[in-house]
């Protein structure tokens, strides 16, 4: 049986998607990949932009975002300057062969540009970003990794999963996604840690944060240690994951009442 279509996108957020991918120099700031379905020429426009529009109105695959862009008003066409149908096969194979680097610069360059309008607005009184590890999709395995050069390769499935750190800023209401760094195969969250805080600040400096949350999935000394080298404050949990110092943390802090807090400074 067939799916429902996903929930349409209203015409207010939908306007507001449009500016902001015209805005967007994807011709520019996107290196058209080589595929199996030959030439793509002016297509890579129209294969994002029918993505982007999908992911907002929740499709959960491209076959979804293939049925929207089949359904959609002759109004909401114009307005995205989509064509046509756009079909799945030709949009999973060029969005999975954009060079990632590439496709985090432009998400930093729509970030800065909201900043830079004003759009960003905090409802804290300290820049906030909190960091959490990601299984972003799910592909089969293709021997030469040219679709998914950075996924871990499950031995049992043949299938693969790109690990990334996501990046979320939550000290404004919009809560926007500011980065999505790829985890090596040959690393995890806890030693790819560093690396995230410098990607960071070479895309932001300290434009948007001041202080790192991170759940127990990068919590240790030698992390605490790597925030505090780069003159920011960190928040992170404690969880039964790790025994010893929730025992200590529980030894220390478990008798102190939630309003109080303890500071130590060490040279």
């Known amino acids: 049986m067939q799916r429902e279509a996903p929930s349409r996108v209203d015409r207010r957020q939908l306007g507001h998607l449009a500016v902001e991918i015209d805005q967007m ?6 290196t058209e990949p080589r595929t199996k379905i030959g030439n793509i020429a002016n297509k890579l426009r129209l294969i994002v932009t029918a993505t982007l529009v999908g992911i907002h109105a929740g499709c959960r695959s491209f076959a979804d975002m293939e049925r929207m862009t089949a359904n959609l008003s002759a109004s909401a066409r114009k307005l995205l300057h989509l064509t046509g149908r756009v ?3 030709s949009a999973s194979d060029v969005i999975v062969r954009l060079n990632v680097n590439e496709l985090r610069n432009v998400l930093r360059k729509r970030i800065l540009a909201a900043l830079r309008g004003k759009r960003l607005q905090p409802d804290f009184p300290l820049g906030v970003v909190s960091l959490d590890g990601k299984g972003t999709g799910t592909f ?11 996924a871990q390769i499950n031995a049992e499935t043949g299938k693969a999963v790109v690990r990334t750190i996501t990046a979320c800023l939550v000290s404004t209401p919009a809560r926007p996604c500011i980065d999505m760094h790829p985890v090596p ?4 969250e806890m030693s790819t840690f560093a690396a995230v805080l410098d ?8 434009k ?19 925030v505090i080298k780069r003159s920011l404050d960190y928040v992170f949990v404690l969880n039964a994951n790790q025994p010893t110092l929730l025992a200590e943390a529980t030894r220390l802090l ?3 009442a939630l309003d109080t807090a303890q500071s130590k400074t060490t040279d």
């Open 254 to 256: 478990g008798s102190k």
């Open 185 to 188: 195969k040959e690393n995890n």
């Open 199 to 206: 990607a960071l600040l070479g895309a932001y400096a300290r």
């Open 87 to 89: 079909a799945d096969t």
């Open 140 to 150: 089969l395995h293709d021997p030469e990794g040219a679709k998914v050069p950075c």
């Open 25 to 30: 120099d994807i011709e520019n700031d996107l």
């Open 208 to 226: 948007l944060f001041q202080v790192v949350m991170y759940d127990a999935g990068a919590v240790s000394l030698a992390n605490a240690c790597e």
